[in-house]
C-alpha cells in the first residue's frame, strides 16, 4: 500500500455561496477503500487511515465519522480501467449481495426468515483485462434484461465494441437490440423452447440464426463454436466481489451503492496491479 503526495486530499474551493468542503471526493473514497480492504467498522477505518498517514510522513487530517457518513450517499465514484488496444468484449452478469437477513448457517439449521434481501450487482468486465467496466446497483425486484441497456450506456460511445456475452437471461428484444445498435456481436444463447421472430428488428436476424444453429447442431456445439464458455470470466469476478463481503453494512440504498462501487474500485486496482498467466501443460510420457 502507499499513498501519492500529490493526491488532491483537500477539496478546492468551490466558489459558491455557503461552507466549502474540507475534503476531496478522493480522500474519503480512499478512507472507504481502507474499510472495504480490511471490512472493519468505520470508526476502525478511520484510526488506521491517521495511522497509515503518519507511517508516510503527511501531516494531513483525518475525516471524522460524521463527515464520512454524509459525504458517501453523494460520493461519485471513480473507477479505473485500462483502455483495452483491441475492441472491448463485454462480458455480463448479475449476483446478489446480501443486506437484511441471517446467515446460511441459520438458514440451513433452521429454515429461512421471512424478511431477506438482497442488492443486485449487475456487471459487465473486459473479457481480456477481467476489469469492471460497468456496473449498476439495484434491489432484487429488477431483472437482469432491462438492465443491459444501462450498461452499455457506460460504456464510451467512441469506444469499439465487438461482442456482448451473456446468459439466456437476456434473450430478449430490447437486449438484442440495444447490443445491434452498438454494432456489436450478440453472444446469448437462446432458450431451449426458443422459436424465430417474425418481426424484423435489428437484432432479430443474428437472433434467428443462433436459433437455427442450436436446432441443427444442438446448444453444446454452438456455445463452442460462439465462445459462449467465455462468459465464465465474469462468474469468477463476482466470487471476486463477494470476498470483499458476503453483505453490505450500509442502512439506506444510496450508501449501499456506493459501498458496492468502491469494491469494483478495489478490484479493479487489483487487475492492474498484476494478474496471473495461465499457460496449458501437456503431459508428455
Same mark, same amino acid.
Given at each position: 500500500?502507499?499513498?501519492?503526495?500529490?493526491?488532491? %486530499?483537500?477539496?478546492?474551493?468551490? !466558489?459558491?455561496? !455557503?461552507?466549502?468542503? $474540507?475534503?476531496?471526493?478522493?480522500?474519503? *473514497?480512499?478512507?472507504?477503500? =481502507?474499510?472495504?480492504?480490511?471490512? *472493519?467498522?468505520?470508526?476502525?477505518?478511520?484510526?488506521?487511515?491517521?495511522?497509515?498517514?503518519?507511517?508516510?510522513?503527511?501531516? %494531513?487530517?483525518?475525516?471524522?465519522?460524521?463527515? @464520512?457518513?454524509?459525504?458517501?450517499?453523494?460520493?461519485?465514484?471513480?473507477?479505473?480501467?485500462?483502455?483495452?488496444?483491441?475492441?472491448?468484449?463485454?462480458?455480463?452478469?448479475?449476483? !446478489? @449481495?446480501?443486506?437484511?437477513?441471517?446467515?446460511?448457517?441459520?438458514?440451513?439449521?433452521?429454515?429461512?426468515?421471512?424478511?431477506?434481501?438482497?442488492?443486485?450487482?449487475?456487471?459487465?468486465?473486459?473479457?481480456?483485462?477481467?476489469?469492471?467496466?460497468?456496473?449498476?446497483?439495484?434491489?432484487?425486484?429488477?431483472?437482469? /434484461?432491462?438492465?443491459?441497456?444501462?450498461?452499455?450506456?457506460?460504456?464510451?460511445?467512441?469506444?469499439?465494441?465487438?461482442?456482448?456475452?451473456?446468459? !439466456?437471461?437476456?434473450? $430478449?428484444?430490447?437486449?438484442?437490440?440495444? =447490443?445491434?445498435?452498438?454494432?456489436?456481436? @450478440? &453472444?446469448?444463447?437462446?432458450?431451449?423452447? /426458443?422459436?424465430?421472430?417474425?418481426?424484423?428488428?435489428?437484432?432479430?436476424?443474428?437472433?434467428?440464426?443462433? @436459433?437455427?444453429?442450436?436446432?441443427?447442431?444442438?446448444?453444446?456445439?454452438?456455445?463452442?463454436?460462439?465462445?459462449?464458455?467465455?462468459?465464465?470470466? &465474469?462468474?469468477?469476478?463476482?466470487?471476486?466481489?463477494?470476498?470483499?463481503?458476503?453483505?453490505?453494512?450500509?442502512?439506506?440504498?444510496?450508501? *449501499?451503492?456506493?459501498?458496492?462501487?468502491?469494491?469494483?474500485?478495489?478490484?479493479?486496482?487489483?487487475?492492474? =496491479?498484476?494478474?496471473? *498467466?495461465?499457460?496449458?501443460?501437456?503431459?508428455?510420457?
Amino acid at each position: 500500500m502507499w499513498l501519492d503526495r500529490d493526491m488532491q %486530499w483537500l477539496a478546492a474551493p468551490s !466558489g459558491k455561496r !455557503g461552507r466549502s468542503q $474540507t475534503f476531496s471526493d478522493a480522500a474519503i *473514497q480512499f478512507c472507504l477503500s =481502507i474499510k472495504c480492504l480490511f471490512g *472493519q467498522a468505520l470508526r476502525q477505518t478511520l484510526g488506521l487511515v491517521e495511522s497509515l498517514l503518519r507511517l508516510a510522513g503527511l501531516d %494531513w487530517p483525518v475525516p471524522d465519522y460524521s463527515t @464520512v457518513c454524509r459525504r458517501q450517499k453523494t460520493l461519485q465514484t471513480q473507477l479505473s480501467y485500462r483502455p483495452s488496444a483491441e475492441p472491448l468484449q463485454l462480458l455480463v452478469d448479475s449476483t !446478489g @449481495v446480501k443486506f437484511l437477513g441471517e446467515g446460511e448457517w441459520k438458514r440451513k439449521k433452521h429454515g429461512a426468515e421471512y424478511r431477506r434481501e438482497w442488492r443486485k450487482v449487475h456487471l459487465g468486465i473486459d473479457a481480456q483485462t477481467l476489469e469492471i467496466r460497468a456496473v449498476e446497483v439495484t434491489s432484487n425486484a429488477i431483472g437482469d /434484461a432491462p438492465m443491459l441497456p444501462e450498461l452499455l450506456a457506460q460504456i464510451p460511445p467512441d469506444e469499439a465494441l465487438a461482442s456482448v456475452t451473456a446468459d !439466456g437471461a437476456y434473450d $430478449t428484444r430490447a437486449c438484442r437490440d440495444a =447490443i445491434a445498435r452498438r454494432g456489436a456481436v @450478440v &453472444v446469448i444463447a437462446p432458450r431451449k423452447n /426458443a422459436r424465430l421472430w417474425r418481426r424484423s428488428s435489428p437484432g432479430s436476424e443474428s437472433r434467428n440464426e443462433a @436459433v437455427r444453429a442450436c436446432q441443427r447442431l444442438g446448444h453444446g456445439i454452438w456455445k463452442t463454436w460462439s465462445g459462449y464458455h467465455r462468459r465464465s470470466l &465474469v462468474e469468477t469476478k463476482m466470487h471476486c466481489l463477494k470476498r470483499l463481503g458476503e453483505r453490505v453494512t450500509a442502512r439506506t440504498f444510496e450508501r *449501499q451503492v456506493v459501498e458496492l462501487h468502491v469494491r469494483v474500485a478495489v478490484l479493479n486496482r487489483f487487475s492492474q =496491479i498484476g494478474r496471473p *498467466q495461465t499457460v496449458p501443460v501437456v503431459a508428455v510420457a
